[in-house]
C-alpha cells in the first residue's frame, strides 16, 4: 500500500532559523513528489513538483529535494509569514490518484 | 494561473438534506478530485474523475455520490446529510502526471 510520512509533526522555529522537514514515501513507481502550502481555514497551494530523485526545486526561501525514498523541504532565514501547513503528495506510476501526507504545521516566531 | 472555484466558502444544512457542493476549474484539466479535510485525518479522498462522466470511488466513497457532465465541473452529492460529514470540503483538477490545483474550500457543516 502507498503510504507517505511526514516528520516532524510540528515545528516551531525562530525567525531567522533555518530548518528542513522531512516527507518519507512508499510507492511502486513514482509519477511525481508534490509540495504544497496550506494557511487555516484555505485550500492547498501548490509550491514545487520532483519528478525523478536528485532534482532539486527552488522559491525564495523554500527549496525541495528528492531521494529515492524522501524528500526533504528546507527553509532559508523563515519569516512570520512562512507559517503554515506543508503537505506533501506522491502520485504512483500506474494511478492517476494522489497520496497525501498528514502535513508537518511550522510556525515562525518572531 | 489555474483556477479552481468552488461553490461556496461556508455551508449549513440539515440533517438529512441533499446538499450539492460546485467545482469549476479553467484549465481544461481531465482529472478532478473531491477530497474532505478533517483535523488529525488529512485529505481523504472522496471521489475522482479523470474524464468526462468517468468517475472512480476513493478511500471513502459511502454517503456520497459525483456528477460529471462537463469537463470543466465536477459535483460532489451528499445524498442525505448527516452530522459525521460536516467537514471542509475541498476540489482540485490536474493533468494527468502533473500537480494538482486546488479551490479555496467549502466548510461544510451538517445541524
Known amino acids: 500500500e502507498d503510504q507517505v510520512t511526514q516528520s516532524p509533526e510540528a515545528l516551531r522555529l525562530q525567525e531567522g532559523e533555518s530548518s528542513s522537514l522531512n516527507c518519507s514515501y512508499t510507492?511502486?513507481?513514482?509519477?511525481?513528489l508534490f509540495w504544497y502550502r496550506q494557511d487555516p481555514g484555505k485550500g492547498p497551494e501548490f509550491l514545487f513538483t520532483?519528478?525523478?530523485a536528485g532534482e532539486e526545486k527552488e522559491k525564495e526561501r523554500l527549496k525541495a529535494t528528492l531521494t529515492k525514498k524522501e524528500s526533504f523541504l528546507h527553509i532559508t532565514a523563515p519569516k512570520p509569514e512562512d507559517s503554515a501547513t506543508y503537505l506533501c503528495?506522491?502520485?504512483?506510476?500506474?494511478?492517476?490518484?494522489?497520496?497525501f501526507g498528514p502535513g508537518t504545521r511550522l510556525s515562525v516566531l518572531p | 494561473d489555474v483556477k479552481v472555484t468552488q461553490s461556496s466558502r461556508y455551508l449549513v444544512k440539515r440533517t438529512g438534506e441533499k446538499v450539492f457542493l460546485e467545482c469549476v476549474q479553467d484549465?481544461?484539466?481531465?482529472?478532478m478530485f473531491w477530497y474532505r479535510q478533517d483535523p488529525g485525518l488529512g485529505l481523504r479522498l472522496i471521489y475522482f474523475?479523470?474524464?468526462?462522466?468517468?468517475?472512480e470511488k476513493g478511500d471513502i466513497p459511502e454517503g456520497y455520490s459525483v456528477s460529471r457532465e462537463k469537463k470543466e465541473r465536477f459535483s460532489l452529492i451528499l445524498e442525505s446529510a448527516s452530522t459525521n460529514q460536516t467537514s471542509m470540503y475541498l476540489c482540485a483538477s490536474s493533468l494527468s502526471e502533473a500537480e494538482a490545483f486546488f479551490g479555496q474550500g467549502t466548510r461544510l457543516t451538517v445541524v
Open positions: 510507492v511502486s513507481g513514482l509519477r511525481g
Open positions: 484549465m481544461d484539466h481531465e482529472n
Open positions: 503528495a506522491v502520485r504512483e506510476a500506474d494511478g492517476q490518484n494522489f497520496v
Open positions: 474523475s479523470y474524464d468526462v462522466k468517468m468517475k
Open positions: 520532483l519528478y525523478s
